[in-house]
């Protein structure tokens, strides 16, 4: 089942996205909220409900309308709360290559993340920016999970049971701010924000059995073979999978709920893919040959990201029009 938010008339709604049409599910069935959070506070009760409605769309028992001037937004457009992780091994031994540092051993010891602003979370369309982004704008290629159950103390072994789906994340990121911030072991903050973009829609795990696989040796839980691409203005610039992810969903969960709840509508994201940045190509450009040309996002840049059963994701760089600058606020 694919779970869709989306606006009418400046009026939030939930509906399944089927054959190409959006259906609101409490049209179709009056139990089942009108929107996302009080959906997912229902837990496996009502997720059960839609997929039934789902089911009866698809094979005709059901005709309901379809809804025809919708705006598309994030499938979780308030989510608890949004972590983001760092689970894919190629991406963060490449990015310590180009920067000359040794990989850390940390990384296959235990899974990290950090918080990230749950309020500045959206969906497709136009990404809003401020001048200091555009210093070394980036995009980052992520799959993302949305918690479906209150649990705390989660084991890796049970963790797959917590997640109501899966969704493309694009962490929006302003390297220039972040470097600057993290020289102070500190973040990133200010260069993560203002933008994380996930969508179009929210796969429930059953819609991806077909591509389930194993996880890696010593890892515990599911795992799937999705290809993960990137294009920026109709090129391709990144591809990876979901299944080079070296720490799995289900042990993210065990370390985010370790002594506390974790709630459903909490976002957790996997972590930029290999190849899944611009700080990351470009490194390894200029590694490799001194006259690369580095690659930022621009003004009026069209993001698309595209992962095998999760769907398309589209977004347009817009800068706002303000001479404001943080950066311009620094200390001499």
Excluded at 3 to 12: A, G, N, Q
Excluded at 261 to 286: A, H, K, M, Q, R
Aim: aromatic share 8%; glycine share 8%; with cysteine.
């Amino acid at each position: 089942m694919k779970l869709v938010s989306y606006k009418t008339e400046d009026r939030e709604h939930l509906g399944v996205f089927v054959n190409g049409h959006i259906y609101n599910l409490n049209s179709c069935d009056k139990q089942l909220p009108d929107e996302m959070n009080a959906f997912l506070q229902g837990g496996e009760v009502l997720m059960e409900r839609a997929k039934k409605v789902d089911t009866q769309i698809k094979s005709g028992e059901l005709s309901p309308k379809q809804e025809a001037f919708f705006e598309l937004l994030a499938p979780v457009p308030h989510p608890t709360s949004c972590r983001d992780g760092y689970a894919f091994r190629q991406h963060v031994a490449a990015a310590r290559r180009n920067r000359k540092v040794d990989m850390i051993a940390e990384f296959d010891q235990y899974p990290i993340f950090y918080f990230t602003n749950h309020n500045a979370i959206q969906g497709p369309g136009e990404i809003e920016c401020m001048p200091d982004h555009f210093q070394k704008l980036d995009f980052e290629l992520e799959v993302a999970i949305v918690i479906g159950k209150k649990g705390r103390n989660i084991t890796a072994a049970e963790a797959d049971d917590y997640i109501a789906g899966f969704t493309i994340m694009n962490d929006m990121s302003a390297r220039t701010l972040q470097m600057e911030e993290m020289l102070l072991n500190l973040g990133p903050a200010k260069g993560k924000d203002f933008s994380t973009v996930i969508g179009p829609w929210l796969v429930t795990p059953d819609e991806l059995l077909a591509y389930k696989t194993s996880a890696k040796s010593g890892h515990t839980g599911n795992a799937y073979n999705l290809e993960m691409t990137c294009t920026v203005n109709g090129k391709q610039v990144s591809a990876g999978n979901m299944a080079d992810m070296d720490w799995t969903f289900a042990e993210i969960i065990e370390r985010c709920a370790y002594g506390v709840d974790i709630l459903p509508g909490d976002v957790i994201g996997s972590g930029t893919v290999g190849t899944g940045c611009f700080l990351e190509l470009n490194g390894t450009g200029l590694l490799n040959d001194p006259n690369f040309n580095p690659q930022w996002l621009q003004d009026g840049d069209v993001v698309e990201m595209e992962i095998t059963g999760l769907g398309h994701l589209s977004n347009t760089i817009k800068k706002i029009d303000t001479d404001f600058s943080i950066l311009a606020l620094k200390k001499k």
